[in-house]
């Protein structure tokens, strides 16, 4: 059980074009589900944390209006890379709770962006 | 501030034990997860303490202790496909994980 997809696995853009990402709860509703980014031979950052329903909470230093995050159901998250850039070349990966205790966080597998 | 103390790497021969150490500080406790990560995947989750004392499940244990800020994973009978990168990552106030940079552990046959 608690098993969380992702999609893409990976993805290569040009500069300035938009990407989206899905995340989904497949065995379990997720009442809160997280954003990451990892570059390479970092630690995981929180991007935005976000609850169905409502609007995501955004970590400081990130840009809610280029990193657009819809949590329409509490199976589905939707994260929008939006004019993306090298820059923003990343692993994403998202992770889900479904606030039982201990909130432990499931992850995705994760999705390789690559912007050229 | 909130901060994770972890080495940054360490080096085992299979079949050995390790035991990876790891202190912390956050605002607020809410137990302590260990997750574990391949190079280029997602983490896995591994253990969560949020009492003191000792967790064992198979060759992994993870010991707690909230007073002193401090948590270790042990891995026993280590297998080459236990090389990986093993993050300590305590949950604060608000049910938010905190993460370190993790401790690369190397096995060599």
């Known amino acids: 059980g608690a098993v969380v997809s992702q999609h893409p696995s990976w993805v290569i853009c040009k500069s300035g074009t938009s990407v989206k990402i899905e995340c989904r709860s497949l065995?379990?509703?997720?009442?809160?589900m997280f954003w990451y980014r990892q570059f390479p031979k970092q630690s995981l950052m929180l991007m935005a944390t976000s609850n169905e329903g409502s609007k995501a909470t955004y970590e400081q230093g990130v840009e809610k209006d280029k990193f657009l995050i819809n949590h329409a159901s509490l199976t589905l998250s939707t994260l929008t890379v939006t004019s993306a850039h090298p820059e923003d070349s990343s692993f994403y990966i998202c992770?889900?709770?479904?606030?039982?205790?201990?909130?432990?966080?499931?992850f995705g597998p994760g999705t390789r962006l690559t912007v050229l | 501030g909130q901060n994770i103390d972890q080495p940054t790497e360490m080096t085992a021969t299979e079949g050995a034990i390790v035991q990876i150490n790891c202190t912390y500080q956050?605002?607020?406790?809410?137990?302590l997860f260990w997750y574990q990560q391949h190079a280029g995947e997602a983490p896995t989750f591994l253990s969560y303490?949020?009492l003191d004392g000792l967790e064992e499940k198979g060759r992994f244990s993870s010991f707690l202790s909230r007073s002193k800020g401090y948590s270790y994973l042990l891995l026993k009978e280590l297998q080459m496909k236990d090389s990986a990168s093993y993050l300590c990552a305590p949950m604060d106030s608000n049910y938010q994980l905190i993460w370190g940079a993790g401790t690369k552990l190397i096995i060599k046959p």
């Open positions: 303490n949020v």
């Open positions: 956050t605002s607020g406790f809410n137990g």
């Open positions: 065995d379990f509703q997720a009442t809160t």
């Open positions: 992770s889900a709770s479904s606030g039982r205790e201990p909130n432990e966080q499931f």
